[in-house]
């Protein structure tokens, strides 16, 4: 299973970036979909995961991301609005198949103040 991310960028505070990342490599859906973030010398945190029943928020996201997913394209999103330099970070996505996490290669999102 391969996982591939992209939309990272440069864009100033107040701006807007959607992540993407799509699964290849398996016929089985993902049980959870995540967004998970590491900004230089700080632990990977979870920023947002989805499932069927439940999407679930960093509160220090909360109210200006989105996360959702398309099980048909094996993807899930992230709309990130009214990014904040504090939101600069290597944002990476996770997978749950069958049981095992799989992990994307990465994208940079760096925000301008």
């Known amino acids: 299973v391969q996982l591939q991310a992209s939309g990272g960028g440069l864009v100033q505070a107040g701006g807007s970036l959607r992540l993407s990342c799509t699964a290849s490599?398996?016929?089985?859906?993902?049980?959870?979909m995540g967004w998970y973030r590491q900004a230089p010398g700080k632990e990977r945190e979870l920023v947002a995961e989805?499932?069927?029943?439940?999407?679930n928020y960093n509160d220090a996201v909360k109210g200006r991301f989105t996360i959702s997913r398309d099980n048909a394209k094996r993807s899930v999103y992230l709309q990130m609005n009214d990014l904040q330099p504090e939101d600069t970070a290597v944002y990476y996505c996770n997978f749950e198949i069958l049981r095992d996490n799989y992990w994307g290669q990465g994208t940079q999102v760096t925000v301008s103040s």
């Open positions: 490599g398996t016929l089985y859906s993902a049980t959870a």
């Open positions: 989805i499932t069927n029943r439940y999407t």
